[in-house]
């Protein structure tokens, strides 16, 4: 007889609706999910409905003196919707991502527990920076807005592209998709409070600056960030795979430069559009055309900015001299240890002074030094 050897079923699977079945199978549970609004896009009942969640809304056209005619948006409530679909795109990217490539480098990797969840969280950090930082640029040089900086204040506030508008759902996506991540990727309890807290500021700062029309400054910002953040989260990824100390430290050492340049380049450009650029224009409050360049906002704005960065520098020193500190006493624990060694090697060839003779001399020299005791006696 022949035995097919068929899928193991007997305890390996969870079962169905149960807390690690939910777990192991998320990605497919939230796809089908979102599979529910594009098919929707199928059927003419419910094809408005579905175009709610899928495409951009709040758009205006706008004639150029070109024969082109160019869409841009603004903002509105339906924008929560387009968030709330992309939010679930982004669960089932994560999920894809950690299966298929984190989890793979991880296993050749043979990390401890707590090694492992340090490289999930950067890895995925890493992948989302690198991502963030490409689309802002090709932002930031398509609306010419790093070589014209004055179009920050003197074009606010100002229509949003589509793909301006699209990175700015992707990131309250992204921001968003994180609670339900904390769940899904098992994260230890004391590790929570600070993976809450990175994604809530987040959430808040992008919300912030895409509600009051400040999302062309909130891209160079973001920009600057995430090349702060990445460059430390790559250079921890950098330690985990590689052997080697000196190319570790030196990867460090780029990545603690640029993020400290970053935290002064970020402030000098918020003091810059906040402080000097928007008061240059007229204050006026007008909700229907989205202006919010009064004081009260500008300063705060301002205000947040400054709190943030300078919370970020005190934990990025305080951090440094905590592994200064860690440093030198691992240095002089070395250090005694092998004093303490070369004492004892010290001590031992005064006590053997006889091994180096051979063993009739040894005999005889211990019978004279008994025989010299007992005459001393």
Sequence with gaps: MVVMKGRKTSNKN??????????QNHGDIVSCVALIFVTGLMVQATSPWAYTFIALHHNVTSDIEEPTVSVKYTTGWKDACAVFFYFLITIVIHAVFQEYVFDKISKRLHLSKVKLAKFNESSQLVLFYVLSIIWGIDIIV?????LNVTLLWKAYPMLLTFSSKLFFIGQLSYWLHCYPELYFQRVKREDIPSRAAQATIGLLFILAAYIFNFQQVGILLLVLHYMGDAMLHGARIFYFISKRDKITKLTFLVANSI????RVATLTLATLVFLYGL???ESVFDYDTGNFNIPLVRFSALGLIAIFEGYLSYMYVT???KRTRENTTSVQVVTKSKQKSKKKEGKKPAASEDDDLPEVDQ?????LRSRSSAKAK
Excluded: C, G, M, W
């Design 14 to 23: 969870p079962p169905i609706f149960s807390h690690e079945f939910v777990i």
């Design 142 to 146: 398509r609306e010419d807005l790093l």
């Design 259 to 262: 993020y400290v340049f970053v």
């Design 279 to 281: 008061s240059q224009t």
């Design 319 to 321: 951090k440094q001299i």
């Design 363 to 367: 005999a005889t020299k211990k019978n």
